[in-house]
């Protein structure tokens, strides 16, 4: 097998050169040849979409994305197939894995939690895989901060409050103090900000926050395994929130969200149904 490293740099080098003709033959929802890498969603098996399922379903071998993917969709939609956790395992072990029960002919998926495309990891297992010859293509899911926001009842652009949103992590192991922007979206007012890989970092991201002089008094709301039966909401503040996180005892699996638009108070009605009876119907509705 090439060195999972060598055929990262190679795959990347040829696609800044020249784009993949799939990408023009396909949309997401197709089935495509070779291994799906499916966003199992956040947790709920029903948050999985149609064509992920139907591909989870005929699999011989899944690869998944361990504790962040729940159980219950494993055992209710795949309970023949072969399942592995990639969680402990590299690409030197994963690559050869998936790459010869494909050669063996089996039906071979990797299932990552919420949507593969955010902190998922999946561009480089699938060009070291394509480097061995073995096609692969993305299936989307739904993120963390989307079944977030539906528990809160809340959007997360939301008129007059928040025009944007950001999908962030905090410093730590992958990130410098310096790739750290997470005091930029909370300075610009009308961003949500949704952190992702930062529950044990709650208290440190907020202590931070306090110290660059940001409002003690924005809300924050860290929902803990969003869809999952054990579901928790914990609300508070810049100032607050560390503690409170940290009672609970929560470490992982949680997204914190700061901003105004997390209470869904304070919006003002959209232009897009203001007056639309009178404006006729030329207009985009999305
Ligand atoms: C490696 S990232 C994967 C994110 C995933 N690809 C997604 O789109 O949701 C893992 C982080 O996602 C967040 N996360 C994943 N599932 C979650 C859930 N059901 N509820 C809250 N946060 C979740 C947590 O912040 C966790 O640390």
């Not at 999972?4 to 033959?25: K, L, N, S, V």
């Not at 894995?97 to 699938?126: C, F, K, T, W």
């Not at 919006?267 to 639309?276: A, F, P, Q």
């Amino acid at each position: 097998m090439t060195d999972p490293q060598d055929a990262i740099d190679a795959e990347g080098d040829a696609r800044a050169t020249e784009r993949d003709p799939r990408i023009r033959e396909h949309n997401a929802g197709d089935q495509q040849e070779g291994v799906p890498f499916i966003g199992a969603g956040p947790g709920d098996p029903k948050l999985l979409t149609v064509a992920g399922k139907e591909l989870v379903e005929a699999a011989d071998l899944v690869v998944h994305a361990g504790s962040l993917v729940n159980s219950e969709l494993l055992e209710e939609y795949c309970a023949d197939a072969e399942t592995v956790s990639s969680i402990g395992k590299d690409l030197e072990e994963l690559i050869p894995l998936m790459r010869d029960a494909y050669r063996d002919g089996e039906n071979v998926v990797r299932l990552h939690s919420g949507d593969p495309a955010i902190y998922g990891a999946a561009l480089e297992q699938m060009d070291a895989l394509e480097h061995e010859g073995v096609p692969t293509y993305f299936v989307p899911g739904v993120t963390a901060a989307f079944a977030a926001s539906a528990t809160l009842r809340t959007q997360l652009t939301l008129n007059e409050v928040s025009n944007h949103v950001a999908f962030t992590r905090p410093q730590g192991k992958t990130l410098d103090a310096e790739e750290d922007h997470i005091g930029e979206f909370v300075e610009m007012g009308d961003v949500t900000t949704c952190i992702y890989l930062g529950t044990h970092a709650v208290a440190d991201t907020m202590d931070r926050l306090l110290e660059d002089g940001h409002d003690p008094e924005t809300p924050v709301t860290v929902v803990y395994h969003a869809s999952w039966p054990d579901e928790d909401i914990i609300e508070g503040t810049i100032e607050t929130i560390g503690e409170k996180v940290e009672d609970a005892g929560y470490r992982a699996s949680a997204l914190v969200l700061i901003g105004e638009a997390v209470t869904g108070a304070g919006y003002e009605r959209s232009y897009l149904y203001d007056g639309w009876a009178n404006r006729g119907s030329g207009e985009a509705d999305d």
